[in-house]
């Protein structure tokens, strides 16, 4: 099967309660930032975004949060389900990139107890 | 709407042999990147091409080659495959920049590769 999941820190969490995913970045000047959830055998899936003038976006059950004085990125998840357990990985933005190129952190597994 | 494509799902090699992953998209996207994802590595960027007739190196282009072909196509050759070689690729593509500032990029479900 998919070997995505070893080695990688994990977040264990009840079914119907809230989870939160935390992210350190590397470059101060990153100036946008993406979470991705990676479902096993699957490709990494868009969640959410946030871009540097911004330290805060809402999306359905999903909210993220951007510190940039301690470069801290975190994802929270409201009445986490089971359809929630996979991979969530943070990425930025290669600072002046006009390509868009990203720098993703290793990665945080969700399991998600009925 | 298929999104990102690519072709083959899982492909075995022996170490020597060449192969080129496909990857096609359908969203007249501008850019699109090729990564491998190995446990405990996250992904990491091998080439990329900001628009159709340019291609740049990434973090790990070393014994990969690639070809923007038309805008829709973006493939990965590997020459001689190296049991160092073995991991997921991952295609993607993204819009481009444009007025609103950066946008994020849309992968596709990966070539599962293993070379013995």
């Known amino acids: 099967g998919e070997s995505v999941g070893l080695h990688l820190p994990t977040l264990s969490v009840q079914e119907g309660d809230n989870s939160i995913i935390n992210c350190a970045y590397s470059?101060?000047?990153?100036?946008?930032f993406i979470w991705y959830k990676q479902e096993s055998g699957k490709g990494p899936q868009f969640i959410i975004d946030?871009?540097?003038?911004?330290d805060k976006r809402q999306g359905q059950r999903v909210t993220v949060l951007l510190n940039k004085t301690v470069k801290h990125l975190s994802l929270q998840i409201a009445a986490t389900q089971p359809g929630d357990s996979a991979v969530y990985f943070c990425?930025?933005?290669?600072?002046?990139?006009?390509?868009?190129?990203?720098?993703f952190g290793k990665g945080t597994k969700l399991s998600v107890k009925p | 709407n298929a999104g990102v494509t690519q072709t083959p799902k899982f492909q075995v090699l022996k170490t020597g042999q060449s192969m080129t992953l496909q990857c096609a998209q359908d969203?007249?996207?501008?850019?699109m990147y090729w990564y491998r994802q190995d446990p405990g590595m996250g992904l990491r960027l091998i080439y990329y091409?900001?628009?159709?007739?340019?291609?740049d190196k990434g973090e790990v282009p070393n014994g990969y080659n690639v070809s923007r072909l038309n805008k829709r196509e973006f493939s990965l050759r590997l020459e001689s495959a190296a049991p160092s070689q073995t991991s997921v690729y991952f295609c993607?593509?993204?819009?481009?920049?444009?007025?609103?500032?950066?946008?994020?990029?849309?992968f596709g479900d990966g070539t599962r590769l293993s070379i013995l």
């Open positions: 993607a593509s993204r819009a481009g920049q444009g007025i609103w500032g950066n946008q994020p990029q849309h």
């Open positions: 470059n101060s000047a990153s100036d946008y």
């Open positions: 946030i871009r540097s003038n911004m």
């Open positions: 990425a930025e933005n290669n600072y002046g990139g006009s390509q868009g190129n990203l720098i």
């Open positions: 969203m007249n996207h501008n850019s």
């Open positions: 091409s900001a628009s159709e007739g340019t291609t």
